[in-house]
Structure formats: C-alpha cells, structure tokens
C-alpha cells in the first residue's frame, strides 16, 4: 500500500503542465500517472482545481542561530520557510561565530536537527583570517562557500568573522582555497572602498536620510565587485554564485563571463523586482538592505533578465530583526543592520509575476525550486520526479491576496508591516515534506526536528 496518492493535480512536470496523480511511498515519489486512476494509499489527497508543484528550494537564508536567538532560531525560521511554501533552505553563514571551521558547523547542525520542520544544507564561511580552515570545512558536509567583499559592518564584527575579504589579495587567496574543493564561491558583491568611504563622505556632509543609503551604494558598488570577483575567479577556475544581484549591469558582467566559458550562476530576490529606492522615503530602516534598491527604471531592466532565463534563482535573502535594532538611531540611516524576512513572502512576489503574465508557471519552478537545487547539488530536490523527495506544494498560483505581517511565523515578522496590504498570488494550501504534511491551512503541522540536512 502507498502512503500517499494526491490525484487530480495539475503538476509542472518536464517544463509542461499535466493533470496527473503523484503516488508516494516512504517519503519518495514512486509513480506519477496521467490516467489518475485510485490507488491504495494510507491517504489520499484530492487536488482537483489546484496546482502541485515542487517545494521551494530557497538558496539564500540567514537564521543565524544559535546566534542571534533573539531574533530567529531555526523552528520559527523553518515555520516561516513551509508556509511560505519552502521545503528546503540553503543557510548562509552570518551568525556569532559563523562557520569558519567544522566545530562551528557542528553545532549549528546540530541545532538546526535539533529545531527545523524543512530540511536544510549549509554554506561555509571563507574569508581572509581563516583560510586555513577552507578545506576543513568543505570536508565537514557543506554545499558552498560564502564570501563578503566588504569589510564587517561597523558593530557586527564578530557575526562576519572569517567572512569577509576586504581587499584584492585575500579574494584571490579564499577562491584559490575554494576552487580547490570543487565547490561554489558565493559571494555578496559590493566594493569595500566604494561604501566605506562612501558612507564616511556622507556623513561628513551630514547625509544620514534614509535615501542616503541608496547613495553609499550606487550601482556601480556592486558592477566593480561583480567584475573583479569574476576576473579572479577566472585566474583560480573558482565556480560562483552571485547572490542577491540588483543591477542590469552586473547582471551584463556576469552573461559575458558566462559566454566566455565560466561557471557564474546569478540569484536575484523580490525586492529588487518589487520594491524601488522610493519605499526608503516611506518605510526607511524597515526596507534597508544591501545592495540597496534601486530606481523604478533600474527594476523594469532586471526584469528583462528574469524574464529571458537570465537569473537562475531567486532567494530570499530572509534576515530577521527586532523593531529595537531596526529603529536604533533613526535619524542615521547606516547605524540600524540591513535587511528583512522574506521567507514568508519569495513564492508569493513570484507567483504574482505570473499571474501579471511576465513569467509562465514552468518558469517560476525554474526559480524557486529546480535550479536552486540543481546548482548546489541538492540530490533528490526540487522536481516532481519519480525516484524524487515528495516535497510537494498544493495552491493555486493565480489566486490573490492581501499580505499581513501579523499572521507570519517568522519571529521577526514586527518588522514586517511595510507589507502589509501589499497583494500578492498562490498562498500554499497544503505543504508536504517527504511525504508527510507540514503545514496545512494557515498551521503548521511539523514538529520540531522533522528538518534533514542535505
């Protein structure tokens, strides 16, 4: 007897939409059947009028935990993440300390088996203070690599420890190590000397309004670092990732890069799709993040990128706060730390794109769910495929809705009412990971320590 028939479902199956049922047995997909004839199972789930595509597979994540409990820990991250219609996160480095040797892994592992109701993979810390600890690290079980190319935040200095490369010699040195494992360079791209001293002249100037963080961050900050990353990742045949890119000419850098043979993968996230530098005069600490958003034409040209296949992912780059640090010393744009949680709400700006007819259905699963997990090697994850995880969305994608920052799992969702109202598309139903349901009709079903790690 299977353990679970879904029948009548409309599934993306091979870049086409089938109505199909989707058998499942120990937590895999054993059979999927066009015919939807009834099967023996221990449940059957009725799909009839919505879609079933794969779990979302987000591949940019900072819980931070056990640092930073007071602001995530990885039950409340992973609720957040499966009603968000996520199955699988990629956890990034920043937490107190990050992990920059095998302990530190072990016990943020630990912690997350401990705590997750998704499954999760982790990416290693590589910067310059402890590049002796790259090999050690990759042998330890990661899928990747992260790097900063600007020096820790002014206050957060032990969150970046052995994260960052400030300078050009420690980037080529940390991808040379990282080359050496075989796995991905991810790296966050903004130019050290661009924003240090941009952010020194503004305050100088008196220039601490919100929109002035746009101004420490031109665009330009981000297309220099894009380049020289590139370049050095060609000189060491490092394999990269550009995380959270949020400019057109990046985006340039990096298709030329690939033309010319290298491996470079490009990831973008919502709000640099959806929201512009206009919402900084409205919200301002609420919506800072880095890079910083750009201008309303700048959005409408990275759309062109996401449209024609361009960008291969889309990540959250989920980064919880409290209201106390987002609105410490209000009047200074740079003192409050950048960034918001997006778990919640990456499938639903997505799903949105499709509804408005700027990206097909097939495409969106491209997004959030099979390229992530094809790229950093998540065996098992996000297709609907026989022999695959049954990690399994239930929705309808073209159905809208209101966001509302009170009804979020998240631990941080107090920072989140500049959402509020916002309308989005395809709130998931019924969430199941490896079989089993882990969130059903607003509730999370899964208990703490039902999370794998990839």
């Not at 034409?297 to 706060?321: C, F, N, R």
């Not at 200074?332 to 919640?344: H, N």
Request: hydrophobic share 40%; glycine share 10%.
């Amino acid at each position: 007897m299977l353990d679970l028939i879904v029948k009548n479902a409309t599934v993306v199956l091979k870049g086409a939409q089938v109505c199909c049922s989707i058998a499942v047995k120990n937590g895999k997909i054993t059979g999927l059947n066009a015919d939807n004839y009834e099967l023996d199972a221990e449940r059957v789930i009725d799909a009839a009028g919505k879609y079933v595509l794969p779990g979302g597979v987000d591949p940019h994540v900072h819980i931070r935990y056990p640092g930073g409990a007071h602001r995530e820990d990885f039950f409340t991250g992973t609720c957040a993440a499966a009603a968000g219609g996520t199955t699988s996160i990629i956890e990034h480095p920043i937490s107190t300390p990050p992990q920059y040797s095998p302990e530190i892994l072990k016990a943020r592992r630990d912690a997350f088996l401990e705590q997750a109701v998704v499954d999760g993979a982790f990416l290693g810390a590589a910067g310059g203070d402890h590049l002796d600890q790259i090999g050690r690290v990759a042998d330890a079980g990661i899928v990747g690599f992260k790097t900063f190319l600007h020096e820790p935040p002014e206050g957060r200095e032990k969150e970046f420890e052995g994260l960052c490369c400030s300078n050009t010699y420690e980037l080529y040195c940390a991808l040379k190590e990282i080359s050496s494992t075989g796995l991905l360079a991810a790296a966050h791209t903004e130019d050290n000397d661009m924003v240090s001293n941009g952010i020194r002249e503004l305050r100088s100037k008196g220039m601490t309004f919100p929109r002035a963080h746009c101004l420490s961050r031109l665009p330009v900050t981000e297309v220099l670092a894009v380049k020289k990353l590139l370049t050095l990742a060609r000189a060491t045949e490092a394999r990269t990732y550009l995380v959270h890119i949020s400019s057109p000419e990046a985006v340039e850098a990096a298709l030329e890069a690939r033309a010319k043979g290298q491996e470079v993968y490009i990831e973008t996230c919502p709000q640099y799709l959806y929201m512009d530098e206009t919402w900084l005069d409205k919200y301002g600490t609420y919506v800072k993040c880095n890079p910083a958003l750009r201008s309303p034409e700048m959005v409408e040209q990275l759309w062109k990128y996401v449209e024609d296949g361009s960008i291969d992912t889309i990540g959250s780059d989920h980064a919880p706060y409290t209201v106390a640090e987002k609105e410490r010393k209000k009047e200074d744009i740079f003192v409050a730390p950048s960034g918001f949680p997006g778990l919640e709400t990456r499938g639903a700006f997505i799903f949105k794109a499709v509804k408005d007819g700027r990206i097909s259905l097939e495409r969106a699963v491209e997004l959030l769910s099979e390229n992530p997990a094809r790229i950093f090697g998540l065996v098992g994850k996000g297709k609907i495929e026989v022999g695959y995880d049954a990690d399994l969305v239930i929705l309808d994608p073209y159905k809208e809705y209101e966001l509302k920052a009170d009804e979020m799992h998240t631990k941080a969702k107090d920072i989140c009412h500049f959402l509020d109202g916002v309308k989005v598309t395809g709130k998931p139903e019924t969430v199941i990971l490896r079989g089993e349901i882990i969130y059903e009709n607003g509730e999370v079903k899964a208990e703490a320590g039902y999370g794998r790690l990839m």
